[in-house]
């Protein structure tokens, strides 16, 4: 939600340096509203693309496991690494713990 949000203030804060460009109103606030608005929406869309949910269900079987386990900060889960040959992308699983202890 809060991206979302976000997002959409960026987008708001762009549309006004374009009113601001146009009707010659508001000039000062201009840099502001540029580099306010391209900060949050190029921001956010680099936070989208580099940071990946953790995964709840089981990895695909194509995924190859490295052995790579962390307590997940955010979460505080144990999350275990997958590596996906076929795209050349890493996965983060939540280690359900029943299904490894047995």
């Known amino acids: 939600m809060l ?12 549309v006004g340096a374009g009113i601001a460009v146009l009707t010659g109103v508001m000039v000062a606030l201009l840099p502001q509203l540029i580099f ?4 949050l929406v190029v921001g956010l869309a680099i936070e989208r693309w580099r ?6 269900g089981g990895p695909d079987p194509r995924w190859e496991d490295t052995g790579e386990r962390f307590i997940d900060p955010g ?28």
């Open 3 to 14: 991206p979302m949000v976000l997002y959409v203030l960026g987008g708001l804060m762009l």
């Open 51 to 56: 940071y990946k949910p953790l995964l709840r």
């Open 36 to 39: 306010g608005g391209l900060l």
């Open 75 to 102: 979460t505080g889960q144990l999350t275990a690494v997958y590596f996906d040959a076929q795209r050349g992308e890493r996965h983060y699983v939540v280690v359900d713990e029943q299904r490894h202890s047995s």
